[in-house]
């Protein structure tokens, strides 16, 4: 089984430590769970492939009131934002 490598941005870095501690333990669980394969909704991993004409396509995985928008290259995961789901997907128009 070939295992994904995870990029995080830097915006997604600083968004990521102002998180609350319990918060980071599940996003780690839930990036480590990209390892295995960042395109499959499975228990741990609530992935959604996000709709528009995006270019590579973008991808979300939910972290209870958070998302994780990533796009997925040849053998890496690059995590480019983490926001509350309050903020919704405006910001991709």
Not at 39 to 62: H, M, N, T, W
Request: charged content about 30%.
């Amino acid at each position: 089984m070939t295992l994904w490598s995870i990029l995080i941005s830097e915006s997604a870095r600083k968004d990521f430590y102002n998180l609350d501690n319990q918060t980071q333990k599940r996003f780690k669980n839930a990036f480590e769970q990209l390892t295995k394969d960042p395109y499959q909704s499975r228990s741990g991993a609530d992935i959604k492939k996000l709709e528009g004409s995006f270019d590579p396509p973008l991808y979300r995985v939910r972290v209870g009131d958070y998302r994780a928008i990533y796009h997925i290259g040849t053998s890496e995961v690059k995590i480019t934002s983490i926001l509350h789901r309050s903020k919704g997907y405006k910001w991709l128009d």
